[in-house]
């Protein structure tokens, strides 16, 4: 016997808005400190603007991906498009890491060979950088602790923002000491920054990507809840894995000598969704343990 325990599929809140003028906002500022830096002959502003442009590719893609998340499902993608808000996080992770190889290695080559540096122009563009990364990260500030690309975009603005402000210190230090070794280090702390915001982004995309349970999903008590539900003695082949960033769902063989009632399984659908999150769960209930159910939780 098969029960299926579906709630309605909720939607995260829509940041459409702040990711269209998180774009534009950006986009133009990208240009802008590109054309200055190149000006200037500033690595660090050209390695924010590398960064921030990594930046717009990315909110470009999380857009992308929760427009295509809240699509119906269809009859060949059954769990619709949701999968492909994990994928963006992934590649846009990976687009950053391409972005710390680059600004890695012009630092080192600006370390040999030093290039003149005008710190007026760094301060002051770094200083608009640190208006429009920190108004953009407002934007998202809603959604920080919840949707892991919404999570993402504000943990990159913010951090854009910081960035930006090291290079506003950059450009003075180069002012008063006129020492071009300064701008090359900074670009380098950038490239530590960047690595570090992004890593724990990578290493949770990358789980979501190969069926890892979910963060803040603790397996071991959903186990322990389903195991207390009245009239359950085992629970078998219980799996747990994300169908979004933001969406979990379950599937348990559930043994029940004297089975489960209706209002049962509602009461546990409900506990699944409130107390641990996941918005979709397939219960099968089965009489007695069957052979080879070699996941078997006794």
């Known amino acids: 016997m098969h029960n299926h325990a579906h709630c309605d599929h909720h939607h995260p809140v829509s940041f459409g808005t702040a990711f269209a003028v998180g774009v534009a906002l950006n986009g133009a500022f990208v240009v802008g400190e590109a054309i200055f830096g190149l000006y200037a002959h500033s690595l660090s502003l050209l390695a924010d603007a590398g960064h921030n442009f990594g930046d717009v590719l990315g909110l470009l893609m999380a857009w992308g991906a929760a427009s295509l998340s809240v699509r119906p499902p269809t009859p060949t993608r059954t769990y619709g498009y949701r999968r492909s808000s994990i994928l963006a996080a992934l590649a846009n992770s990976c687009l950053l890491l391409v972005a710390i190889g680059a600004i890695t290695w012009e630092a080192v080559l600006r370390l040999i060979h030093p290039v003149p540096v005008g710190g007026s122009i760094v301060m002051a563009i770094a200083g608009i950088g640190i208006v429009v990364n920190g108004f953009t990260a407002l934007l998202f500030a809603g959604g920080r602790h919840g949707e892991l690309n919404v999570r993402s975009a504000y943990i990159h603005m913010l ?20 020492r071009e070794w300064i701008d090359p280090v900074v670009a380098l702390a950038i490239a530590v920054l960047i690595a570090r915001t992004s890593w724990g982004v990578l290493r949770e995309s990358t789980e979501l990507a190969m069926d890892a349970v979910p963060r803040g999903v603790d397996s071991s008590s959903v186990l322990e809840y389903l195991r ?37 399984l509602r009461d546990v659908e409900t506990e699944l969704r409130n ?24």
């Open 159 to 178: 951090g854009d923002a910081l960035v930006a402000a090291g290079v506003v210190v950059a450009g003075l230090l180069i002012q008063l000491t006129n």
């Open 228 to 264: 207390s539900v009245p009239g359950v003695s085992a629970v078998t082949d219980l799996h747990i894995w994300g169908i979004s960033t933001s969406e979990s769902a379950l599937t348990a063989h559930v043994v029940a000598p004297d089975g489960v009632g209706d209002s049962s």
């Open 275 to 298: 107390r641990f999150h996941i918005v979709h769960s397939t219960i099968q209930i089965e009489r007695t343990l069957g052979p080879g159910c070699s996941l078997a939780k006794e």
